[in-house]
């Protein structure tokens, strides 16, 4: 079955406290991307990758970092979480022509830091 | 800057009602445009998209877009809307000087169906 997934699906953790959400894809996508939603913004991108070693920012990219070493993965890295990170996260991928052809999302991880 | 503004917050409409939810983009450039849906409790799915060609758009679940250009618009529209439809809906354009790899988001409508 084609799919995103992602890892925790919650997270509850303190200031400061480095933490890792594992994204992957089983389609062979080349584009993947990460989001962040909350009331009222809809989704604002964090930080998206065209391929393998490619990854340039979205949006809203202080205070996250990421990495693409292999082509199914796509970690998202808080180094130091702060409260205002708190939010739901959306991992995403898609194959790409001249760009996104569309994207499939990941289930979510809602992340809580106190 | 590059932005996607959608026309309303929240809709609710009765059963066989229709629907037409408004898109604006900001961007001087080409743009691939996308409509999603989310499902209460559910991710994003994709409902259509466009490239290129034919400014109407046929998506899933009896749903079509217009792409009309000279308005930087993109308004969703359904002639007669379903419970099932209560949900979330976002437009998102993917911008870029090269390639069309940056999305950018609406902040959503979300839509309420009465039976």
């Known amino acids: 079955e084609a799919q995103v997934t992602q890892n925790p699906r919650y997270l509850i953790t303190v200031t400061g406290k480095k933490l890792t959400v594992t994204c992957s894809q089983n389609?062979?996508?080349?584009?993947m991307s990460w989001y962040r939603q909350d009331p009222g913004l809809g989704l604002r991108q964090i930080y998206y990758?065209?391929?393998?070693?490619?990854?340039d920012k979205g949006d809203v990219p202080e205070g996250y970092k990421v990495s693409r070493k292999e082509k199914r993965n796509f970690p998202l890295i808080l180094e130091s979480p702060s409260p205002n990170q708190t939010s739901l996260y959306f991992c995403?991928?898609?194959?790409?022509?001249?760009?996104?052809?569309?994207?499939?999302f990941g289930p979510g991880t809602r992340l809580t830091v106190t | 800057a590059q932005s996607v503004s959608q026309h309303n917050h929240h809709v609710i409409l009765s059963e066989a009602a229709s629907l037409e939810l408004g898109c604006n983009y900001s961007y001087g450039g080409t743009v691939n445009l996308f409509w999603y849906v989310q499902y209460p409790g559910q991710h994003l799915q994709l409902l259509l998209k466009?490239?290129?060609?034919?400014?109407l758009v046929k998506g899933i679940k009896g749903f079509e877009a217009e792409f009309i250009k000279s308005k930087f618009s993109f308004n969703l529209r359904k002639p007669s809307v379903q419970w099932s439809d209560t949900a979330e809906y976002f437009c998102?354009?993917?911008?870029?000087?090269?390639?069309?790899?940056?999305?950018?988001f609406g902040p959503g409508t979300s839509l309420s169906v009465i039976p």
């Open positions: 389609m062979n996508h080349e584009y």
């Open positions: 466009y490239f290129s060609g034919d400014p």
């Open positions: 990758s065209m391929n393998v070693e490619v990854t």
């Open positions: 995403a991928s898609s194959a790409r022509l001249a760009g996104i052809v569309e994207q499939y």
């Open positions: 998102a354009a993917a911008v870029g000087r090269t390639s069309y790899d940056k999305v950018i």
